[in-house]
């Protein structure tokens, strides 16, 4: 069971995510701000948060990079819409992933609990010892990356798919690929999570993201972790 954060300005809606969560076990604080939420996580830290979009005073938006600068904590965002604008916009301000509302609360405890578990499915993976990639420096065993000797921070999906990718360099993946590795076999989700976090993860690990040394697009098909 995880310590989950709600951030939801509806009321109605934030009860009943509690309810909906402590009946899955897990333990929730919620708030009714961006800025609210901010502040509970800096006084205690949740395992993940579950953020709305369309919130009073600063939005989801902003609230998600305000995150992003104290915590690397997983974050699920709630849209009431699948437009495309909204979706790709939050994840590119640091969401994990996306639900959209209204959500039934078994789904949204599945998301929760696969979000989580890439925060640790690489621990005991057997691979021992740190492998270097010209500038990078990857700790499979301690779970630690690594640039030009300084650690670098990465959300448990960026991390997940760093380690997909660099296991195979040379190697392409496709979208779905990625999809089912790094996300989860049963998760149906769309390439645009791929997409967007390939492009939080350039923006930490390449010198110029904008011509990607590490993380390759092959056109048509996918990405590849180009050879040291």
């Known amino acids: 069971m995880a310590a989950v954060l709600v951030v939801e300005d509806d009321a109605a809606v934030r009860e009943g995510l509690e309810l909906a969560l402590r009946r899955q076990q897990h333990t929730v604080r919620t708030a009714a701000s961006g800025e609210d939420g901010v502040a509970l996580l800096r ?7 579950v953020l709305d979009l369309m919130l009073p005073g600063i939005d989801g938006f902003e609230t998600c990079r305000r995150i992003r600068v104290l915590s690397q904590v997983p974050i699920i965002m709630l849209t009431a819409r699948s437009d495309d604008f909204d979706v790709v916009a939050g994840l590119e301000a640091g969401a994990d992933d996306y639900v959209v509302k209204p959500i039934e609360p078994r789904v949204l405890d599945a998301r929760i609990r696969a979000v989580l578990r890439r925060a640790v499915a690489e621990h ?20 630690q990356v690594r640039r030009h000797g300084e650690p670098v921070a990465l959300t448990p999906t960026e991390l997940k798919l760093l380690l997909e990718l660099s296991r195979h360099p040379g ?16 998760y149906l989700g769309d390439s645009r999570l791929v997409d967007a976090c390939v492009q939080r993860l350039r923006a930490k690990i390449e010198d110029v993201p904008a011509r ?3 993380v390759q697009t092959v056109r048509g098909f996918g990405y590849r972790f180009g050879r040291s």
Request: proline share 7%; no cysteine; charged share 25%.
């Open 43 to 49: 006084e205690q830290p949740p395992e993940i948060v």
């Open 124 to 143: 005991g993976s057997g691979d021992h010892g740190a492998e270097r990639h010209g500038d990078l420096e990857i700790d499979r065993a301690g779970m």
């Open 171 to 186: 190697q392409v993946h496709s979208r779905r690929q990625l999809l089912t590795v790094v996300w989860g076999h049963d």
């Open 212 to 214: 990607p040394g590490h």
